[in-house]
């Protein structure tokens, strides 16, 4: 950590044209290539009994702005409106708790009876939208998760471990007597994750994402090795949780679609990591990855979106930008090597499962190139859908603009200024500061403004 704070280089975008990128691609050794020809990103996927309208997903952003103890509020349904308008075949909903004590924030969507309802209103809204402007709905995922060891239900810090470890441990402020998580109460989630299937379904969502990524709980045990019990340790007892819980949901709600977001690899050098080489812990190994990729098609999940690293420790992996979050770090590398490593593990994973689609992401650092980039991977069968987050928060009509043939335009794109990572860690609502500056602006300057002044 302390080498990548101290790194003083810092590589922001400037690129006038897809050659200026090719050429930094090609000093850089890389693997990136573009394609202006969009028609493409309107084919449809079959998926089950329902169809993905188009190539295009709306990545799971979280903005914090529940009400009444997780139900959606105004603002909630302010940004899937705009998404539904926008055109994206794919809503894959924000990180929606499955019970108060998973949340990494007092204001994330939570899913339970209470909630459902509402829930229920923000699905047939968004749909309705999308069909009003289309004649067509949108596939609509909802992310479940348990935020485990990054759990703040109430603003401060109240982690939920599942191993220690001297790196998370550290990040989270917490010693090797801070209790962990038992097999029982692990089994216990298991079945909170089928209950919250069940009313997912009965809310109107097409699939549900069981969070596997960003070293969130599901993610952590995935890393687990120097766990003991049945859920720790090999690699087949590091995955048994998750292939418990598709298990359980495809049983109990059959009809309903099963995804996870994945991590493709951590890239951290710690003892409980996944997806890393051994004794070589910042180089990817994805075989574990590809591996349980396999499995988890066997049991029936029918789409993986694949993703890397941990916003809370290396976060220029799963999202290269320009500028860190205050008192963050200036990445140790070009952003493009973090696209271009984002592409290559999402490729990877679907080599591996030619079935499955997946979804891949790092899109929003290229700016109005990233939808020539996604039309490249998707005809060339890299990743069969292709993920747009940061940018889909600042330019909720993205998908509109490339399969309408006009392409990304740089004035609405994300500026990967990391604002909006910025409103995560003060705990408030977010959003896109820049281009919604009339919502987003002034919660930025009231949550900046008393630390501004210390």
């Not at 069981?210 to 995955?239: F, I, V, W």
């Not at 499955?356 to 859908?385: D, I, K, M």
């Not at 990304?408 to 409103?423: D, F, G």
């Not at 919502?439 to 210390?454: G, L, M």
């Amino acid at each position: 950590m302390n080498e990548r704070r101290e790194a003083q280089v810092n590589w922001k975008f400037h690129y006038q044209n897809r050659d200026e990128i090719r050429e930094d691609c090609a000093s850089l050794g890389l693997d990136l290539e573009f394609s202006p020809d969009y028609k493409v990103l309107g084919e449809s996927i079959s998926l089950g009994t329902r169809t993905i309208p188009n190539r295009l997903v709306v990545q799971p952003m979280e903005g914090f702005d529940a009400v009444n103890g997780g139900e959606p509020g105004e603002l909630t349904f302010r940004r899937y409106l705009r998404y539904a308008k926008g055109g994206a075949g794919l809503i894959w909903f924000e990180a929606v708790a499955i019970l108060p004590e998973g949340c990494t924030n007092p204001r994330q969507l939570v899913i339970n009876e209470q909630t459902v309802d509402g829930l229920a209103r923000l699905v047939d809204a968004t749909k309705q939208a999308a069909w009003e402007q289309y004649q067509q709905e949108p596939y609509c995922v909802i992310q479940l998760t348990h935020s485990g060891r990054f759990s703040k239900p109430t603003g401060g810090r109240r982690p939920i471990i599942a191993v220690h470890d001297p790196l998370f441990d550290q990040v989270v402020g917490i010693d090797g007597d801070y209790p962990v998580l038992t097999d029982a109460e692990l089994e216990r989630i298991r079945d909170l994750y089928g209950e919250a299937a069940r009313l997912a379904s009965r809310a109107g969502f097409d699939g549900v994402d069981l969070k596997a990524c960003h070293r969130y709980l599901l993610s952590e045990l995935l890393a687990a090795k120097q766990r003991s019990g049945k859920y720790g340790g090999d690699y087949e007892h590091r995955t048994r949780l998750l292939k418990e819980i598709v298990q359980l949901v495809k049983g109990a709600v059959p009809d309903l679609g099963i995804a996870v977001r994945l991590n493709g690899t951590d890239l951290v050098a710690t003892d409980n990591t996944w997806g890393v080489a051994a004794g070589q812990p910042l180089q990817p190994d994805l075989s574990e990855p590809v591996r349980l990729a396999r499995e988890l098609a066997a049991l029936g999940v029918s789409l993986l979106n694949v993703t890397a690293g941990t916003p809370y420790y290396n976060p220029h992996v799963n999202r290269p930008y320009d500028q860190p979050v205050k008192n963050g770090y200036q990445a140790p590398e070009h952003p493009l090597v973090g696209v271009a490593r984002m592409f290559a593990v999402a490729t990877t994973i679907q080599e591996a499962v030619p079935k499955v689609p997946v979804v891949g992401t790092g899109y929003s650092w290229l700016r109005q190139f990233g939808g020539e980039a996604a039309a490249y991977n998707v005809s060339q069968g890299r990743h069969q859908l292709a993920g747009f987050g940061r940018q889909a928060f600042a330019y909720p009509d993205f998908a509109r603009d490339l399969l309408n043939g006009d392409g990304l335009r740089l004035e609405k794109s994300c500026t990967t200024c990391s604002k909006c990572s910025q409103l995560m860690q003060f705990g408030v609502t977010t959003g896109c500061v820049v281009r919604d500056a009339k919502v987003y602006a002034p919660i930025f300057q009231k949550a900046a403004s008393p630390k501004e002044d210390e």
